[in-house]
């Protein structure tokens, strides 16, 4: 029996089967950092942006990517997810802001890529409509937080430099 779920004994790749999961309330919090000049950083504040709102149009960004991360990531099974949380924390002195992300739904399989599939393309997103100001911006620190459900249970990163 091979050691990764997604491969067959032959070495074939697979789609884990869940039939027979039980069902369970599953919940992950995910997060990326943006990093960016000051300049930037108070233009976003400031909604000064010429392409618009920047934390609001990442916020959809970010919805739109958790719905589709079985479409972009080739073994992610497709879920019915029942609520998805896209929160900004800018920090001035570092001028940055922390993309968090929350994902929930009761359901047979986890919903990690879909946590960190909306981050990461809330934080693209932020990219995407600084970089004409900013071609120094950094994308850092994407991660797993937390996450619930299931037989695995629990997982709460410790809290490091993050």
Known sequence: ??????????????????????PTLRFAVAQGVVSMEPSTFEMIHNNSIKKGNVLETARIAGIMAAKKTSELIPMCHPINI???????????ETSSIKVKTSVRLFGQTGVEMEALTAASVAALTIYDMCKSQDKRII?????????????SGIFVREKQNI
């Open 1 to 22: 029996m091979s050691l990764f779920s997604h491969i067959d004994d032959k070495g074939r790749s697979r789609m884990v089967d869940i039939t027979d999961k039980e």
């Open 82 to 92: 029942s609520h998805i949380d896209i929160n900004f924390e800018p920090d001035k």
């Open 139 to 151: 994308i850092s620190d994407i991660c797993l937080l937390e996450k619930s459900g299931g037989k």
